[in-house]
Nanobody
Framework: QVQLVESGGGLVQVGGSLRLSCEAS????????MGWFRQAPGHEREFVAA????????YYGDSVKGRFTISRDNAKNTVFLQMNSLKPEDAAIYYC?????????????????????WGQGTQVTVSS
């Protein structure tokens, strides 16, 4: 079992930055592919970013590419999401997720069904 706890959410102005953290327990994140998703009211869960278990492969949703960066610190069992140039449409609850390493992750990273474990989410609010 893997438990994930997100933190770092809060209120930020348009154009500002936040760094979200996802701390895992029960199993080292080094053995998992990790992803970030978000969900705003009235919207479906949206893929944000993902990284392979080696940390060498990173992927981003079109809406955040160039503004967000995913990274991981395996020694601390933590995954991060650095969010820059925030826009009002970035406001959502952000969830981190873990997927046991498997083949073809490079083709499945954006699908929520790929992930086995989910955190409770952290709220990000962007003020205009």
């Amino acid at each position: 079992q893997v438990q994930l706890v997100e933190s770092g959410g809060g209120l930020v102005q348009v154009g500002g930055s936040l760094r979200l953290s996802c701390e895992a327990s029960g199993r080292t994140v080094a053995t998992y592919n990790m992803g970030w998703f978000r969900q705003a009211p009235g919207h479906e869960r949206e893929f944000v970013a993902a990284t392979s278990w080696t940390g060498e492969g990173t992927y981003y949703g079109d809406s955040v590419k160039g503004r967000f960066t995913i990274s991981r610190d395996n020694a601390k069992n933590t995954v991060f999401l650095q969010m820059n140039s925030l826009k009002p449409e970035d406001a959502a609850i952000y969830y981190c997720a873990a997927a046991a390493a498997r083949t073809y992750y490079n083709r499945r990273y954006a699908y929520a069904a790929e992930y086995d474990h989910w955190g409770q989410g952290t709220q990000v609010t962007v003020s205009s």
